[in-house]
């Protein structure tokens, strides 16, 4: 057992399509000085940083040295954690090991990314097998299409039940000011939206950002004096599969690593019913089937309940389990810091800054990651020092 | 000096040049291509571990972190388990050309086999394919193959 571990400030930039006003590292910067400021922290408090994005995304090599203009992680211990679309959770797993460990009491976790300096498209398809999987594979977006083919399959679910989790998740965005996508979109203006690769539709679909997240993490005994309401790990999960999209999509099975990473993730929390002892859940969704497939896999419902589930609203602000507060992926999508998104956005709800995302009285929060080749990291974050 | 805060022309940077790669394909998918290519047919490898049957044949299993070394043949024929029709456009890092689209993408287990293979299904129209049908491979002639997996061209849907 490793040392208690807090999240204690969380920065992040107001997220656009581009940014051409800033370099990454300048863009870095703006996330990494808000969550000092957060924390009332100087970069001199720092003892360590973890940083990550897309291998392949803006051409850039050794990210962690690249990036410490941004980072402040000028002669300071530096790792650079990159995992696919889990990118951001892993950095925020890998930065809680620093702590956990009793090596480092302050660690400084960043994710960022630039869609816009590079073909987002082309970079992730540099994530398939090039034996095998490279020539047919075109992105996220078909590999998504299939699960969701699949899924209707098996449950009868339509595109409309699909399209529900998007309305209520750009619903969500309209109450962040940082989310990138904040116009409301209807299961109506999904189902009339240009059909991209059956069955996802544009609206279906999360889009290219770019942003910077970056979360502060101390010591049990520090965290105390740094935030008057810490967000404390009570666990954390890392499950990858193949990178052969044949060995991972066995559809059938479903979304084995989400399964496998939230059992663990509850058997350490000591959670036995996930949807009453949770207060919030901050899913990495970057496809609106995901919102019904992946809270089965999480246990939030049964089989093929999903569609009823969602439509009644438990997952809306106000229902039993609020979903995605934030506007979640299919709102902000830079990559390298989505995931990490999703653990800072937990942390607010936990620390009570949401603002007009805030759900009353957080005491429980889960944030997941998902990328690569149907990979899932779980984090669920407690109000109490456990 | 202009002050801090005077608009600046943003200017940006574009790399256009190839970088050409190498991949070894391994003992066992090398095996896997030629058969293909001489006898018109799968092959996969047994764990006799678990008792998985994967295509395309390799190494190692994941879950037993085994060797195996227990190839078998299938049939080129099998299910289909998901599948996507591609419809926007993009560029293919492999060729830096635009992919020809709409085509169709599926996740087929081959008959014998434990998992699932990812090819090209032979048919565009979304209204006419369902998870769950049987399709069948097309290959190449011999003398256009090339030795990798578009010796495949693609899976015919079977009626």
Redesign the interface.
Same mark, same amino acid.
């Given at each position: 057992m490793g040392r208690r571990v807090a999240i204690v400030g969380t920065g992040q930039t107001y997220h656009k399509s581009h940014r051409? #006003?800033v370099t990454s590292r300048e863009m870095i910067r703006e996330a990494v000085v808000a969550a000092l400021a957060d924390a009332d922290l100087t970069i001199k408090d720092i003892d360590a940083v973890v940083i990550g994005n897309m291998d392949h995304f803006e051409?850039i090599n050794y990210v962690d040295t690249y990036s410490v203009e941004g980072s402040g992680a000028f002669m300071k211990p530096v790792m650079k954690v990159s995992t696919g679309g889990t990118t951001g959770s892993t950095v925020a797993i890998a930065a809680y090991y620093h702590v956990a460990s009793g090596l480092f009491d302050r660690v400084l976790a960043v994710g960022f990314e630039k869609n816009s300096e590079s #073909?987002t498209?082309?970079?992730i +398809?540099?994530c398939s097998d090039?034996?095998?999987?490279?020539?047919?594979?075109?992105?996220a +977006?078909?590999?998504l299409?299939?699960?969701?083919?699949?899924y209707?399959?098996k449950y009868g679910a339509t595109q409309e039940d699909a399209a529900m989790v998007g309305e209520r998740d750009r619903g969500h965005a309209l109450n962040n000011p940082y989310a990138h996508l904040r116009r409301p979109l209807t299961v109506a203006d999904i189902m009339a939206s240009p059909?991209?690769?059956?069955? +996802?539709k544009l609206g279906d679909i999360c889009p290219r950002s770019d942003g910077a997240c970056a979360v502060i993490l101390a010591a049990d005994g520090i965290a105390q004096k740094i935030a008057s309401r810490p967000a404390w790990f009570k666990a954390v999960s890392v499950r990858h599969?193949?990178t052969w999209?044949? #060995?991972s999509?066995?559809?059938?099975k479903g979304l084995v690593s989400l399964q496998r990473a939230s059992r663990e993730a509850y058997a350490q929390a000591g959670i036995k019913n996930p949807v009453e002892e949770i207060d919030v859940a901050e899913l990495y969704l970057p496809y609106t089937w995901a919102g019904l497939k992946w809270i089965e896999d999480l246990g939030f419902c049964g089989p093929g309940e999903a569609a009823r589930f969602v439509g009644d609203g438990n997952t809306h602000m106000g229902g039993k389990l609020p979903v995605n507060p934030s506007g979640g992926v299919l709102s902000t999508n830079c990559i390298g810091a989505t995931a990490l998104l999703r653990v800072a956005e937990a942390a607010i709800q936990i620390m009570g800054k949401g603002g007009k995302r805030q759900v009353p009285d957080v005491k429980t929060a889960l944030a997941t990651g998902f990328g690569g080749c149907f990979w899932s990291d779980v984090v669920i974050l407690s109000a109490v020092r456990p | 000096m202009e002050k801090n805060g005077t608009p600046v022309e943003r200017l940006e940077i574009t790399f256009k040049h190839p970088m050409p790669y190498e991949w070894s394909i391994g003992r066992y998918g090398s095996r896997f291509f030629q058969e293909i290519r001489e006898k018109r047919r799968f092959i996969g490898i047994r764990c006799d571990g678990c008792g998985s049957v994967y295509v395309p044949p390799r190494r190692v299993c994941g879950p037993c972190f085994r060797e195996l070394t227990e190839l078998v043949p299938l049939s080129d024929t099998g299910v289909l388990t998901a599948f996507s029709v591609v419809n926007y456009p993009f560029i293919d890092p492999a060729t830096g050309e635009l992919r020809p689209i709409p085509y169709t993408y599926g996740y087929i287990r081959l008959d014998g086999a434990d998992n699932i293979f990812s090819h090209l299904i032979n048919e565009k129209d979304w209204h006419k394919i369902k998870v769950g049908m049987r399709v069948r491979a097309v290959f190449k002639n011999p003398e256009e193959m090339e030795g990798n997996i578009q010796d495949i061209k693609y899976f015919d849907l079977l009626p």
């Open positions: 051409p #006003d051409s #073909d498209t082309a970079a +398809i540099t090039p034996v095998w999987d490279r020539f047919s594979y075109s992105g +977006i078909p590999s299409a299939t699960e969701a083919t699949a209707m399959e059909m991209l690769a059956y069955p +996802i599969t193949y999209f044949g #060995d999509t066995d559809y059938n | -």
